[in-house]
């Protein structure tokens, strides 16, 4: 599966954004979807996980209450609304796919990965 990130860009503490992963292929719903970030000069972390069927769901406790995991199957596309923005938000975002739920939680489990698409919060 190849997945195609969007939606990055510059925004101000307290503000939203929403980023979108699109994913070729026909068998979009086998794959659980998910999201990490990578700040700089830091590792790659787990941000947050959706099942094939959209039923479960997993956050991150620093995102946990202000980030929501979706998708919508009729588009191929799984999306990060980020509300509530803070500066250590900062960072690029991966989106990743993996036909086991729980490898979502692990980056170095994870079978495929999006280009990345940079997120900016400034004060």
């Known amino acids: 599966v190849q997945l195609q990130a969007s939606g990055g860009g510059l925004v101000q503490t307290g503000g939203s954004l929403r980023l979108s992963c699109a994913a070729s292929?026909?068998?979009?719903?086998?794959?659980?979807m998910g999201w990490f970030r990578q700040a700089p000069g830091k590792e790659r972390e787990f941000v947050a996980a959706?099942?094939?069927?959209?039923?479960?769901?997993l956050y991150a406790d620093s995102v946990k209450g202000r980030f929501t995991i979706s998708r919508d199957s009729a588009k191929n596309t799984e999306y990060l609304q980020m509300d509530s923005l803070k500066s250590e938000d900062t960072a690029v975002y991966y989106c990743a796919a993996d036909r086991v739920y729980d490898n979502l939680r692990f980056r170095r489990l994870v079978d495929y990965w999006g280009q990345g698409t940079l997120v900016t919060v400034s004060s």
């Open positions: 959706i099942s094939g069927s959209g039923s479960n769901t």
């Open positions: 292929g026909r068998t979009f719903s086998s794959y659980a």
